[in-house]
């Protein structure tokens, strides 16, 4: 029983909040190990130290039983420590061949580049995957999603790797691709590699895994034999008790303001309906590739859904772009504030009137300044955004308060609905209960609120209803009272339960 | 051993023992169709086309292209571009041209010119890699600087009147085909076997392609780009030796608006502008379809100052259509 | 701070604002050409530079909104649209003998047709705007050569040459009638308006501003055509300063507005750049270019200079971003 790789006690942290706390967790020769738990659980901080990437504040990383300093990815990957991501960084216009074997190019005895040897050893690779290369010379663009990721890890064993991670594999793939993954990780289990298999797919970990890590709030709440490892026992432990309670009882939900039949959206979620009501948080619940954030932008004009149809107020309605979103009132908060919301270098002033700049234009095109400056001095006190002054550029406001700005930002164009997407991630516990605050204060004034999130406490605290995605598909849609954290883990992990509300 | 039943790869496998993309292949073949179809067109149009002058005018007149479209190939590969070339050309003909008027022999000229372009295009390379300046911007204020510098060094006059020391290797023909046309042949096999057989060549795809996954897998991002912008150097150095042996002349604006030549003759050749996939010898059919479509002005009796309106729409063109073709596929 | 040289500390204050360093040099440089370089500090060489600099100034505002836009954005046709336009303006008025005012009016139009037609390429098709500039900065230049088969047109009716040549208490026309109001007109935009809100935003963070639900294509849709309007402009007021249409007019001015534009504190990255900046850059690069002619220097080493301050300046730029000082 030999043990490949093994943290012990590493602890990190990020800005004051704690990612991983006295992690212990080991890998065998020859097993499958899955790693599960909620989003934020620390699944992938864990892995990213263990695959050198990130380096852990305390602790210590152990290789075949030696402490070992992965300062880089590369050094991971020399060491025999292979991980393969979500989004598969390849070389899309070389072929597969080009692809595995660039940067460590096979050489004959004159130094120059053997292809012969990097076909043959290419063939032998997939080969030993038990899949017929017959793909070799295809630019890895063309290929399938599914099949690049698996010349990844044809790539990985072509290191020599002894420890392959897969992070959240079976995301993107099709039934049929699953199963041809799970052959692979079979072979290379058999082959005495070990092999970490993050996933919240909980239904596949009995046809894969050997062992089972159990991880919430950066903690390992328990490693088993996946034997011992119901269903019923990992959710519990995934959830944990959470405290219930709200923020307090609310005016009830008036008419319906948006419903949504039979939406489609590329390229995986499909026969989703539901409505929102005036006054309404509705909450959307599910795990990694759960197609929430899809939906979002197929409410926003950002996609064109594939099939179905979006009523407001009953109106049949086809949105062409963000700006035609906005216009009829809906709004949308993105998922990466960094990356898809603030603009940092951007004063807080411009960052909250960005979205308004229609209404604040006179004469000419000018922006009335003084209207703005009105509207920026009203969303700060009303959201308690603590910033050196309306002109200091967001870069200097710390996350909470950033966040704080891009709810601004969409709270003056005073949407009917608001959609809320992970609007609390990377905040402090003071801006969260605050933000929170605010958003159970705007459904009481009617609008309604869809609030996307990951975080189990905080769809239980805030949504009268909660809807639950997985794989792009809504798999339940649950009242306050029957959501519980063991209802809403079960269905995101795959589990069907009843609908409340009429069946689509 | 079972295999598992494949699934996903929709598009037909084919079988060809090629050493790049199979889709380049296509592209290439098309390319040369394209410069054959051009030729025919302009014969039936013209009967002058496809006489024995007339071909050997247009290989001499895509050497010097061809020459540096290899260069050009590797700097676009890498998701840059070099829009000093002309006026590198002009620098180095320069000098090429007083050591040839100081009768220097052959092999000591051809040493310099190689030597002054290599360092001009390391000077490029360095500011690239190392200042981490845009290519576009670096290579436009070299460009004007060179240009100057061309100028300074003939003090106002030109350079004629050439003993024949360059005159085989820009005018000389072997086998009714031009030396020229040889030199670019075997240079281009150089840079295709360097591309295909050594790691370092090899890694110029992956600097375009995906710089990051290149930076991960260990590769020196620095170096490649100064060594891709460095051999361009020296191959305008060679090129400004055919030049000279070719015309005889070097004028402060020999080279002016060589690089959209080059350029044109890059993409045409189906080397993708986003950097990651190319192939220098399309590049070097480019060069070829370049000259054809100059020939073909000629010709037809059309103004040589309309040159610059088919070239860049013909770039324009080419690029349009590859990245409509894109969208549509992947 | 420990280990702060007396260079780095200069680099911070030339970092820090970026007006107060031009200004610096702009003076050191009027100084240095004042001292060696006799007819550089008289009313008429003033006057001379001054109507030049409107050429350029016009040019480099131009390329200043494009630049800010970002996402690589930059246009390196302005040149040869000048060129282009003052041929239209040119065979306008001296072959469809229309009048002369019209034709200017028409000229400019027409260089707003060839930015559009830029600003189609980029944002419908999606080829990237090094691409297109540069495949239309030879296209256009050539359409020129070819219309007017490389002869100059002269003979335009002398009543034109007022808005080149005449002066205003000792200030050149051009400069109060056209540079000025453009140049209010822009920074308007830039500051005040909704557009120049957009601009900014687009430049800083694309994808922010699809989400923020801006249209990122019309904005960058727009500053390729007013680039091309304003070089138009500049080909109108050259024409008449010179009193011909030369095909080959603006070549060279490409180089000279993006070093304008990015010593003027124009961030080749985008989201940033000012009107204020860009003509102090105008100034400090027409004192250099009067000074260096006037000094016997030939014309193209003006060019060649210019070249060298874009790689320094760009230089200096990257070394304080990597220090993290801030941008030149």
């Not at chain 2, 020939?295 to 349009?320: D, F, P, R």
């Amino acid at each position: 029983m030999t043990v490949l790789l093994a943290a012990r006690r590493v602890s990190k942290s990020f800005g004051g909040v704690h990612a991983l706390r006295q992690v212990d967790f080991e890998l065998r020769a020859g097993e499958v190990h899955a790693l599960v738990g909620q989003n934020g659980a620390g699944k992938s901080t864990l892995i990213k130290i263990l695959s050198g990437a990130l380096q852990a504040d305390s602790g210590q990383v152990l290789y075949e039983g030696r402490p070992v300093h992965l300062a880089s990815p590369k050094v991971a990957q020399d060491m025999g420590i292979a991980t393969v991501y979500q989004d598969p960084l390849v070389y899309p216009d070389l072929n597969v061949i080009e692809n595995i074997f660039m940067g460590r190019e096979l050489r004959d005895r004159w130094g120059h580049v053997d292809w012969t040897s990097q076909r043959a050893r290419a063939s032998e690779l997939f080969q030993d995957l038990g899949i017929a290369p017959t793909f070799l010379e295809e630019p890895i663009g063309r290929l399938s999603l599914g099949l690049q990721q698996l010349v990844l890890i044809a790539k990985a064993l072509s290191y020599a790797s002894k420890v392959i991670i897969l992070d959240e594999p079976t995301a993107i793939l099709t039934q049929g691709e699953t199963e041809r993954l799970f052959g692979v990780v079979r072979r290379l289990r058999d082959a005495r590699l070990g092999v970490i298999y993050i996933s919240h797919r909980l239904e596949e970990l009995p046809l894969i895994a050997d062992r089972v890590t159990v991880m919430k709030d950066g903690e390992v709440r328990g490693t088993f034999p996946i034997a011992e490892a119901s269903r019923d026992r990992v959710i519990d432990l995934m959830a944990g008790p959470v405290a219930r309670g709200g923020p307090g009882a609310r005016l009830r939900p008036g008419e319906v303001v948006l419903a949504v039949e039979d939406l489609a959206v590329p390229p995986r979620v499909r026969d989703v309906s539901f409505e929102v009501r005036r006054g309404e948080i509705l909450g959307m619940f599910g795990l990694v590739g759960s197609g929430r954030t899809d939906i979002a932008h197929a409410l926003f004009g950002l996609v064109r859904p594939s099939r179905g149809t979006i009523l407001l107020e009953g109106q049949r309605v086809s949105l062409r772009d963000p700006a035609d979103a906005l216009a009829r009132g809906i709004a949308y908060l993105p998922e990466d504030r960094k990356a898809q919301g603030l603009f940092l270098r951007m004063p807080v002033r411009s960052e909250l009137s960005v979205a308004i700049l229609r209404w604040l234009r006179r004469l000419l095109g000018l922006v009335d300044t003084s209207e703005e400056d009105r509207t920026a001095r009203s969303l700060v006190t009303s959201l308690a955004i603590r910033t050196p002054g309306l002109d200091a550029p967001t870069s200097q406001l710390s996350g909470g308060n950033q966040q704080k700005v891009l709810l601004g930002r969409w709270l003056a164009r005073r949407p009917r609905v608001l959609i809320l997407d992970e609007p609390t991630r990377g905040v402090d516990v003071a801006a969260k209960e605050e933000i929170h605050d605010r958003i159970v204060q705007l459904a009481s004034s009617g609008v309604a609120v869809i609030l996307i999130t990951s975080e189990l406490p905080e769809v239980l605290r805030l949504a009268d209803r909660v809807l639950v995605m997985h794989e792009g598909r809504l798999v339940a849609l649950l009242d306050r009272e029957e959501a519980t954290s063991e209802a809403v883990l079960r269905a995101a992990t795959g589990e069907r339960t009843a609908y409340a509300g009429s069946p689509p | 051993m079972p295999a598992l039943l494949l699934e996903g790869a929709r598009v037909p496998v084919s079988r060809l023992r090629s050493r790049g993309a199979s889709l380049l292949r296509s592209r290439e073949a098309s390319v040369a169709a394209f410069t054959v179809a051009l030729g025919v067109s302009l014969h039936v149009a013209t009967g002058r086309f496809f006489s024995l002058e007339n071909l050997t005018n247009v290989l001499l007149d895509s050497a010097t292209t061809a020459i540096v479209a290899l260069g050009m190939t590797l700097v676009i590969l890498t998701g840059g571009i070099d829009v000093s070339v002309g006026s590198m050309l002009g620098v180095v003909s320069v000098a090429v041209g007083y050591a040839t008027a100081a009768h220097w022999r052959l092999v000591p000229v051809s040493l310099a010119g190689i030597a002054t372009g290599l360092l001009l295009g390391g000077l490029n390379g360095a500011l690239v890699a190392y200042g981490g300046i845009m290519p576009i911007i670096a290579t436009l204020g070299t460009l004007s600087i060179l240009r100057a510098l061309t100028f300074q060094l003939l003090r106002a006059r030109w350079i004629s009147d050439l003993p024949p020391t360059l005159q085989p290797l820009g005018l000389g023909t072997l086998l009714h085909v031009p030396v020229a046309t040889w030199v670019a042949l075997a240079l281009a096999a150089g840079v295709v076997y360097l591309t295909t057989y050594r790691p370092m060549g090899r890694h110029i795809y992956a600097v375009g392609g995906n710089a990051e996954a290149a930076r991960l897998a260990g590769i020196d991002l620095t170096r490649v780009t100064l060594l891709v912008y460095a051999i361009t150097g020296a191959l305008v150095g060679i090129a400004a030796l055919v030049y000279v042996g070719q015309t005889g002349i070097v004028q402060s604006n020999t080279g002016a608006g060589f690089e959209l030549q080059v350029i044109a003759a890059v993409v045409l050749g189906g080397t993708s502008i986003l950097g990651g996939r190319g192939s220098p010898l399309g590049s070097v059919l480019g060069a070829l379809l370049v000259a054809e479509m100059k020939n073909g002005l000629i010709l037809l009796n059309i103004s040589g100052l309309a040159e610059g309106m088919v070239t860049g729409a013909l770039i324009l063109l080419a690029v349009g259509a590859d990245l409509l073709r894109r969208r549509g596929r992947w | 701070m420990v280990g702060v040289t007396r260079g780095d500390r200069l680099l911070r204050l030339v970092a820090s604002d970026r007006p107060r360093f031009l200004l610096g040099v702009l003076l050191l440089a009027v100084a240095v050409f004042a001292l060696t370089t006799p007819d550089f500090a008289t009313l008429y060489n003033l006057f001379n530079m001054t109507q030049y600099g409107v050429e350029i100034g016009l040019l480099a505002l131009g390329e200043t909104l494009v630049i800010i836009s970002g996402g690589g954005s930059i246009d390196l046709s302005v040149g040869s649209i000048l060129s282009l336009s003052g041929v239209v303006l040119g065979l306008l008025t001296m072959q469809a003998h229309i009048n002369v005012w019209v034709s200017a009016l028409l000229g400019v139009l027409a260089g707003g047709a060839l930015g559009a037609l830029n600003a189609v390429l980029i944002t419908v098709v999606g080829i990237p705007a090094l691409i297109v500039t540069l495949g239309t900065l030879y296209a256009y230049a050539s359409a020129a050569l070819v219309l007017t088969n490389t002869v100059p047109i002269s003979g335009l009716p002398a009543g034109f040459f007022v808005l080149g040549q005449r002066h205003v208490l000792g200030i050149p026309l051009q400069v109060v009638v056209v540079f000025l109001p453009v140049a209010l007109l822009l920074h308007y935009l830039l500051r005040h308006t909704v557009f120049g809100r957009a601009l900014y935003s687009v430049g800083t963070n694309e994808v922010a501003a699809r989400f923020a639900a801006i249209d990122v294509r019309a904005v960058r849709f727009w500053v390729f055509t007013v680039s091309g309007l304003l070089a138009g402009l500049a080909s109108a007021v050259m024409t008449s300063r010179v009193a011909s249409a030369r095909p080959d007019a603006g070549m060279g001015y490409e180089l000279q507005a993006i070093t304008v534009a990015v010593l003027g504190g124009t961030s080749i990255m985008g989201g940033e750049g000012t009107v204020l900046g860009t003509i102090l850059g105008v100034l400090v690069i027409t004192v250099l270019s009067n000074g260096l002619q006037l000094a016997g220097v030939h014309p193209i080493w003006q060019l060649g200079t210019v070249g060298l301050v874009l790689v320094v300046t760009v230089l200096v730029n990257q070394w304080l971003l990597r220090h993290r000082v801030g941008v030149l």
